[in-house]
Nanobody, 115 residues
């Protein structure tokens, strides 16, 4: 059974940085696609960044140039480095693992950016 646990969220001032981590348990992490999503109050969940099994990445336009997604297969962990944070980045951030028809979500970690 695959489980995901996010960490690294918190309160930060605008312009600051945070690094989120998502640790996976179970097997086959290295052949899974991983993604970070976020959901702000009253809004739908949206893709922030994704990284596939080959290391290819994609980003939402709103975070390009500010956020970087990476993975360490030896640690079964995916990271989201967030720089130049803005109040609009305030949301619960979720990690997702995708492998074939399997999708697993983490419990989320709250990021609050104060102005």
């Amino acid at each position: 059974q695959v489980q995901l646990v996010e960490s690294g969220g918190g309160l930060v001032q605008a312009g600051g940085s945070l690094r989120l981590s998502c640790a996976a348990s179970g097997i086959f992490f290295s052949i899974s696609d991983m993604g970070w999503y976020r959901q702000a109050p009253g809004k739908q969940r949206e893709l922030v960044a994704g990284i596939n099994r080959g290391g290819g990445t994609n980003y939402a336009d709103s975070v390009k140039g500010r956020f970087t997604i990476s993975r360490d297969n030896t640690k079964k962990t995916v990271y989201l480095q967030m720089n130049s944070l803005e109040p609009e980045d305030t949301a619960i951030y979720y990690c997702k693992l995708s492998r074939g028809s399997l999708e697993v979500w983490g419990q989320g970690t709250l990021v609050t950016v104060s102005s």
